[in-house]
């Protein structure tokens, strides 16, 4: 994937002011660079991961404003009125963009550029395919060196940059000589680095010694731009609010969604072809418990549950041949008895309640001695039974289904 970087025209170029581009990997070598009409990159903007616009100098003020200690959504509020003094028009118009903090004495460093310019040229590159979108005062991409001052000439200006995020652009188209001396001029006492045009660098390196110590030249080249570019984070498009964010691009998830479906209509074919066969299944089984038990007690005309049914019946012929089911009433109480004689000391029974197939006996607290329930749980299970704890002394004993 790779950045677009684009550094527009000044306003007053019109909209026939070519914008220089460099393509540029992540990697970090610049790949492709030229110039021509904005609306004429639509190629590289759809191809890019990230398109940065370098906004002109001149188009982008940056003012200077004493701002309290406010959250971030209070100051962003305020900034109207912090600014209102320092420019022209109304401040509703403007986008304002603070800068981070530099100092404690509470000056805050704002860009003002004018929505309805900035607005319309965010869509556009929006229009173009970009998915992500910054925009960056030239000014403060330039490379910067603490205690230093950057400069760069142009054809039609001159962008200073003095400190992380102060710099500003002056419109000019003049010789190499009133450059020269305006930037030197600009940047006062401090250490000057002057990038100039690569095929003017000799003319302005013979005027070099007029314009005093502390001056370095070097050819503009893009590698400036993106190092400078990467020392600030003062993006103007989040000023825009909705109007800077990009549409989601429908047309790349067309395939994946499409596949996502087709994933989804195939697992809920399969999971209702499973359903069918289950259920086919259970009204086969159903179908045969219900002849098996015609065919066992034919004088019953009432069948709803034929299994339900056949378990009543069946506990009812061993009850009438003298046999006593594992989980009724006798038989359990039959079993915790022999269990309970066993004890060392008897156990002495409050009650004995049954429900739901289980025997629950409550005992007195003071005869159940540590290490009774362990004692009785061992002899139930030989003979089948369980044995818990449902609250203190009181046990729940019910049939296991093991064998005894």
């Not at 759809?46 to 001149?58: C, F, G, M, Q």
């Not at 289980?358 to 005869?367: F, G, N």
């Amino acid at each position: 994937m790779t950045t677009l970087y684009i550094r527009l025209p000044a306003r007053v170029d019109g909209e026939s002011g070519l914008s220089r581009f460099a393509l540029v990997a992540d990697s970090g070598a610049v790949d492709r660079q030229g110039e021509g009409l904005l609306r004429g990159l639509g190629d590289l903007v759809a191809a890019s991961r990230r398109v940065v616009l370098l906004l002109a100098a001149t188009d982008v003020t940056m003012l200077q404003v004493k701002a309290p200690p406010l959250s971030a959504a209070r100051l962003k509020a305020a900034l109207p009125s912090l600014v209102e003094e320092q420019v022209l028009g109304d401040p509703a118009d403007c986008v304002l963009t603070v800068a981070p903090a530099q100092s404690d004495e509470g000056l805050r460093s704002v860009a003002v550029v004018q929505r309805a310019w900035l607005e319309p040229l965010v869509r556009a590159v929006l229009a173009l395919g970009a998915r992500q979108v910054a925009a960056l005062p030239a000014q403060l991409c330039l490379p910067l060196l603490p205690g230093n001052v950057s400069a760069c000439v142009s054809q039609s200006e001159i962008v200073v940059r003095d400190g992380l995020y102060f710099g500003l652009g002056l419109a000019i188209a003049s010789t190499p000589e009133m450059a020269l001396q305006t930037a030197r001029e600009l940047a006062g006492d401090a250490p000057l680095t002057l990038y100039v045009p690569g095929e003017e660098l000799a003319q302005y390196q013979a005027l070099a010694g007029d314009a005093g110590p502390g001056l370095t030249l070097e050819a503009d080249a893009w590698q400036h731009w993106i190092a400078g570019s990467k020392t600030t984070t003062l993006d103007l498009v989040p000023g825009l609010g909705a109007a800077g964010a990009s549409a989601t691009d429908w047309q790349r998830w067309r395939w994946p969604i499409r596949l996502a479906l087709l994933a989804l209509v195939v697992n809920l074919a399969g999971l209702n072809y499973q359903w069918l066969q289950l259920k086919r299944e259970a009204d086969a089984l159903r179908q045969a418990n219900l002849q098996i038990y015609k065919a066992a007690f034919p004088k019953d005309t009432v069948i709803q549950d034929p299994v339900l049914q056949m378990r009543a019946n069946i506990a009812r012929a061993k009850a009438a041949g003298g046999q006593v089911g594992t989980d009724e009433f006798s038989y359990l109480a039959a079993a915790f008895g022999e269990a309970a004689r066993a004890l060392p000391r008897p156990v002495a029974v409050a009650s004995l309640d049954y429900r739901e197939r289980a025997l629950s006996v409550k005992v007195k607290p003071e005869s159940a001695d540590p290490g009774v329930v362990g004692t009785l749980r061992s002899a139930l299970a030989g003979r089948g039974l369980g044995l818990t704890e449902a609250a203190p002394a009181t046990w729940q004993v019910r049939n296991t289904g093991a064998k005894p």
